[in-house]
């Protein structure tokens, strides 16, 4: 015969003791589990008399209830009390972070302008999304110029007044922040303006439809061509160092007149001619020139009374050239194992 007082004295004195969810188990397990006290009892009542039945009967019923009822009440105050099973366990030593860094295009960026800061210009940034006006014929490109086949990028429809028609365009240089900066400041001004800038280029080894650019402008009264090439010089000796020599070769681009390509010896022959200059022992890197007239006309600059340089550079062309990187695909792909070399 089962006593059920003492058993229920039991229970409530384990229950009271029950101080996590794990413990809170192994008593469910103990009472109302398939080898529980209360199947026990249930299984028992075949080899008891008959008279002794209903009263065991209705005591397993209600140790089952009783037990239930004390569980329930036991896990709301674990709950409340905020001891759980999976509580977090401040003792156990924590999982190591990935650090990032700067991609190695935002470095060289980062590393251009500073140098441009250090000698007196400050950092602008222009919209990714032109009007014709800023890219093209405010550069002295009118609408039936050749150079216009090799710019003529992605046209976004708009609303946009500004735009004087129903297309705006990803400017495929950022010659267009000269613009902006001329219509927003009078000079003196000296400007660089980083971005990604956008071709109807097809992707290979040296081409790809968005890259990024450095544009310079510096407009003041009596700026010379002497100015130019003094910049530009101490420009390339510190970011390519001292040693290095440079040429300026006469070019033409429709919004400065004189224009010229600027030229460095090959870091990686000397000058003596190598696969990656060509075997010329030269390699190009920027483009610049004085501000055409036309230009300063455009942005509504009083004739003849500034004068200016402006120059543009290609951020991939300045990191490949510095690190001896050969595809310029590579800077797009996120291949970390390229990435953290730098
Ligand atoms: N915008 C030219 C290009 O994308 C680069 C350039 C050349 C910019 C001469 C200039 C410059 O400011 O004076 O090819």
Known sequence: MWNFQEIEEQVKQEIAAVADAKALEA????????????????????????????????????????????????????????????????????????????????????????????????????????????????????????????????????????????????????????????????????????????????????????????EGLLVDKDVKFSDLKGLLTEFCKRLFGKDIKMRFRPHFFPFTEPSAEVDISCYICGGKGCSVCGRNGWLEILGCGMVHPHVFEAVGYKKGKYTGLAFGMGVERMAMLKHGIHDIRIFYENDIRFLKQF
Do not use: W
Not at 68 to 87: I, N, Y
Not at 139 to 154: G, K, Q, W
Not at 167 to 181: E, V
């Open 27 to 214: 008593f469910r397990i103990k009472f109302l589990g398939k080898k529980g006290l209360v199947q026990e009892i249930y299984a028992s009542l075949g080899t008891l008399p008959k008279e002794e039945k209903p009263v065991v009967g209705k005591g397993a019923n209600d140790l089952r209830n009783l037990v239930t009822a004390l569980m329930k009440e036991k896990a709301g105050s674990l709950q409340k009390s905020g001891v759980k099973e999976d509580a977090i366990d401040v003792t156990i030593p924590g999982v190591a972070q990935l650090q990032g860094h700067k991609h190695i295009l935002t470095q060289t960026v980062d590393e251009i302008c500073k140098i441009f800061e250090g000698l007196g210009f400050v950092v602008h940034e222009s919209p990714e999304m032109e009007t014709e006006f800023h890219n093209f014929s405010a550069l002295n490109i009118p609408v039936d110029h050749p150079s216009r086949d090799a710019f003529d990028t992605f046209y976004l429809e708009t609303k946009d007044p500004d735009a004087k028609g129903r297309y705006k365009l990803l400017r495929s240089h950022t010659s267009p922040g000269q613009i902006h900066i001329m219509k927003e400041f009078e000079p003196p001004l000296a400007v660089v303006i980083p971005g990604k800038v956008y071709r109807p280029d097809a992707v290979d080894a040296s081409h790809s439809f968005m890259f990024h650019q450095i």
